[in-house]
């Protein structure tokens, strides 16, 4: 199924280049990678790849930044993240654009994903409150003490292709507002939003440097991670490349929150209404073809009612209307590229192969020869042997794995590899509640399929889906690009100064 895509001359498309102490600087690299408009197979533009001395420049760039920076008060930084938000609201439109043409999702997807990322950026408005130390007066005699949260310096930001404008905003909004400088370097597959959101901090009011972004690809991360002024790495993506960045990174003694991917299961238990679960099940499985890492990807349905619930599950799928992201008819766009697209439906094949039932095909009838495409595709019976299921697909395939009872369905959550995010359908409280208690997932959802937190919770998946100690954004977001400093202070009263050479004890 790939396409063969010729290299275009580098006059022929747009150039991306890098952000780095407020402009737009052409890459030096000579290496550059092409971005796809993914609803049509072309190459729209090329990306520059930063070179090791790209990376280093933009991180002294930084360094310089953050020593003004972290001075700067909190209600200034405040006000300019205010004025940051209210400029996101008024380019919602472009940002989102940009995101279809890239990434290929539809627009009101793209739109949905941009309000996930303000939420991040309203919180951080917030710092002055979320910066509060505490205080112990009298903690002995004459001795106070207290606590202040300081940034940490210069963090790499390294992100994946699903979500171009919200996962940087999870984390540069609390990184940006610690009082961190941050260096950006999303994913080469769709590059762009990254570049109107440096634009937008800019206009807002951010001094340049404190916000730079380097594209490019594994050169410019491995770069990011062994730069010695690089304090952290909050970096978002696969589960290998998540473990290789916290592994490395660490190696250097740096702080690292790694998030990785997923295999989301949603039990569907006896009792639940069956066509609003099948309602929640399509919603997860295929908004945004599948490519969120919070994705159900695996429905588990529980007893008798598994026939019913397949059934429902396929009724609703002709009625998806697949096509590209700029028509507002669409409701699943194109995947991000030929080779992940053909690998997904090589997915499909090898399941049917193992054993799968392939209940609807979404190789076939696709609506249109040119671009990314795949069609909602249904697979029953799979078993936790078949690759389809201990591996990510992310894409548009939902598995059904059928379990004879809930301790069934318990046992293969909490089995999995993966720990991201999980859902239960039930009218039962008690067995909601169970679930909630026992599951190892970090992210669970009773009746509500993409248990995604809000902005003041914090965002995170437990075993392979989280290498570190903190979760993404909220109070985990500012506890990670912050460090605690304790002080204990006497101020001098000649009154009562004297000589004294025993070990001081606070009492
Ligand atoms: P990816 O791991 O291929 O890429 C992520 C980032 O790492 C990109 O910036 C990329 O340039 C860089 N990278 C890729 N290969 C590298 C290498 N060998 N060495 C160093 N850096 C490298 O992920 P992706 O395909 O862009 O995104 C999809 C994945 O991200 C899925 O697995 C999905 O589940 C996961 N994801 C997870 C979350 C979460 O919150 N847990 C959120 C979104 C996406």
Not at 376 to 394: G, Q
């Amino acid at each position: 199924m790939t396409q063969t895509v010729p290299e275009p001359s580098a006059q022929d498309v747009r150039r991306i280049n890098h952000w780095l102490n407020g402009q737009h600087v052409a890459g030096t690299s000579g290496r550059a990678g092409n971005v796809f408009n993914p609803a049509t197979g072309e190459v729209q533009a090329r990306v520059d790849f930063a070179a090791p001395e790209e990376v280093d420049l933009a991180v002294r760039i930084a360094a310089e930044a953050q020593r003004t920076w972290r001075a700067t008060a909190l209600s200034k930084r405040s006000d300019i993240l205010f004025r940051f938000r209210e400029l996101i609201v008024q380019h919602r439109d472009d940002l989102a654009r940009l995101l279809t043409l890239e990434h290929g999702k539809v627009h009101a997807d793209a739109l949905g994903e941009i309000a996930r990322g303000l939420e991040n950026v309203e919180f951080a408005c917030g710092i002055p409150h979320l910066l509060k130390g505490g205080y112990s007066e009298q903690a002995a005699s004459g001795i106070d003490v207290y606590s202040v949260q300081q940034p940490l310096g210069v963090v790499g930001c390294i992100t994946p292709f699903n979500f171009p404008a919200m996962v940087p905003m999870w984390m540069f909004a609390n990184a940006i507002a610690c009082g961190n400088a941050v260096v950006l370097k999303p994913s080469e597959k769709d590059p762009s939003a990254s570049l109107l959101m440096a634009e937008l901090l800019q206009r807002a009011g951010l001094p340049d440097g404190v916000f730079n972004v380097v594209q490019g690809d594994r050169v410019a991360v491995d770069a990011l991670i062994d730069h010695p002024e690089v304090a952290a790495l909050s970096f978002v993506g696969s589960t290998p490349i998540a473990r290789y960045v916290y592994e490395r990174g660490t190696a250097h003694g740096k702080r690292v929150q790694a998030l990785g991917g997923a295999k989301n299961h949603m039990v569907v238990l006896p009792d639940a209404d069956i066509g609003l679960a099948a309602d929640a099940a399509v919603s997860a499985a295929y908004g945004s073809a599948g490519e969120r890492c919070m994705a159900i990807s695996v429905v588990v349905a529980v007893g008798a009612s598994a026939d019913s619930l397949v059934a429902a599950i396929a009724e609703r799928l002709p009625r998806l209307r697949v096509g590209p992201g700029t028509d507002p008819e669409s409701e699943m766009g194109p995947l991000i590229t030929a080779e992940h697209r053909d690998r997904v439906a090589a997915h499909i094949a090898a399941a049917q192969q193992q054993g799968a039932s392939v209940v609807v095909d979404g190789r076939h009838n696709l609506p249109q020869e040119q671009g990314f495409f795949l069609g909602a595709t249904l697979l029953d019976h799979v078993t936790p042997d078949m690759d389809c299921y201990r591996e990510e697909i992310f894409g548009p395939v939902l598995c059904v794995v059928r379990a004879a009872t809930y301790d069934e369905a318990l046992a293969l959550v909490n089995g999995n590899l993966y720990g991201n995010g999980t859902a239960i359908f039930t009218r039962d409280g008690g067995a909601a509640r169970r679930f909630q208690f026992d599951v190892t997932v970090g992210m669970v959802g009773i009746n509500v399929p993409i248990p995604v937190p809000v902005a003041y919770y914090s965002f995170g998946g437990w075993k392979a889906s989280l290498f570190g100690d903190t979760h993404m954004y909220g109070p985990d977001g500012i506890r990670f690009f912050t460090r605690t400093k304790v002080v204990t202070s006497k101020w001098p009263d000649p009154a009562t100064s004297r000589v004294d050479l025993g070990f001081p004890q606070m009492r």
